[in-house]
């Protein structure tokens, strides 16, 4: 109960207080960990069953993976398709999908396109991962292979699909082919654009420049554009420049949310990319009297089989003096290769 609500510390003191744990109890908290990106205490507890006599179920490697995955710790996750290659696990559809996952999130789509090849039986899910993985990873095409592929074997895709689908075109700029799939959508499967559906479009008319059809699009939908379809837009006109429509769009997410730092960091990224300092002040200033603070940017590595954590501007590892100076290092680096930084967007 506590790890399916989160509450970590109170699933551990419940765990701990159980005399006789079986498959059940440390699965529910190996789960729980992974979906917190806590690999380290769900490998610990994995390590602590291989010692029990409990054994594993497919439910434990699966969970496993989605930690690996969820903090790009490709180390653990290779570790885990070795033990389930001698478990024979490795068979079992829900494990290779979670294979699947783990590898392309990791950014292995190679490792994630042999697994799939390996696969006996596939089903959507399967379908789904592999040509997400392609689309996400800057293969367009060989996503878009594949999802011809998925419908010649007969496998009915779903709404994910369509996003895997819609996001490869637009990553690609394939403007013609994504209104082709978009249509394709409810005309051959019956399936009703959702609000992430009408974001991918978006994107892919805002990724090519089309701003005004985006808006044009936008006002189209059959139901009031969230948050997440503005803060497309606006992401687009910031790299087309675009301060009106992103204006329009940045007014249009503080309508729904008043209190969104995203929708003032971007649109003061773009005001800063023209040089509109005053803009700029503005919004930081506006920011500042509502106390709003965009949340620090994390994000983890995985060097020799351990697992770092990392924040903007983080000076906590104990190592920060070596890291810093590295990073000094290949700047430095990088700029006599001809690298030069944009301080357009830098409004500190």
């Known amino acids: 109960m506590y790890a399916k609500t989160d509450r970590m510390e109170d699933a551990r003191k419940a765990f701990e207080f159980v005399f006789e744990r079986n498959l059940i109890s440390y699965n529910a908290l190996i789960d729980g960990h992974a979906r917190n990106s806590d690999s380290d205490e769900a490998f ?45 696990f490795e068979s079992n559809l829900c494990v290779s999908n979670a294979l699947i996952s783990m590898y392309t999130r990791c ?56 996003i895997a689908v819609l996001s490869a075109c637009s990553h690609a700029g394939l403007i013609d082919e994504g209104w082709r799939y978009f249509h394709l959508m409810y005309k051959e499967h019956r399936i009703h654009p959702r609000m992430d559906h009408y974001a991918c479009m978006v994107d892919l008319l805002g990724r090519s420049g089309f701003l005004e059809k985006a808006i044009q699009f936008i006002e189209s939908m059959p139901f009031m554009a969230n948050a997440l379809v503005w803060r497309t837009l606006l992401g687009a006109c910031r790299i087309h420049g675009n301060a009106e429509i992103g204006k329009h769009a940045a007014e249009m997410i503080l309508e729904q949310d008043p209190n969104d730092p995203a929708a003032y960091i971007l649109l003061s990224n773009l005001y800063a990319s023209r040089g509109q300092w005053e803009n700029v002040a503005k919004i930081r200033k506006g920011m500042k009297e509502r106390n709003l603070v965009k949340e620090a940017g994390c994000s983890w590595i995985e060097a020799e089989n351990k697992v770092h954590k990392f924040y903007v501007g983080d000076t906590k590892h104990p190592q920060a003096r070596d890291i810093y100076e590295e990073l000094d290092r290949l700047l430095l680096e990088i700029k006599e290769m001809g690298y030069s930084p944009e301080h357009g967007f830098c409004t500190s």
């Open 44 to 88: 610990e507890l994995y390590s602590q069953i291989d010692g029990s006599g409990v054994g594993f179920d497919a439910f434990t490697f699966a969970s496993l993976l989605s930690g690996a995955a969820s903090i790009g710790a490709v180390g653990k996750g290779e570790q885990i398709h070795a033990q389930l290659l001698k478990s024979g």
């Open 107 to 162: 950014g292995n789509i190679e490792a994630a396109f042999q697994v799939f090849k390996g696969m006996e039986d596939r089903n959507v899910i399967s379908w789904t991962s592999i040509i997400a993985g392609f689309a996400k990873h800057g293969f367009a095409e060989r996503a878009l292979e594949l999802f011809k592929q998925m419908l010649d074997f007969r496998v009915k895709p779903n709404e994910v699909t369509y």
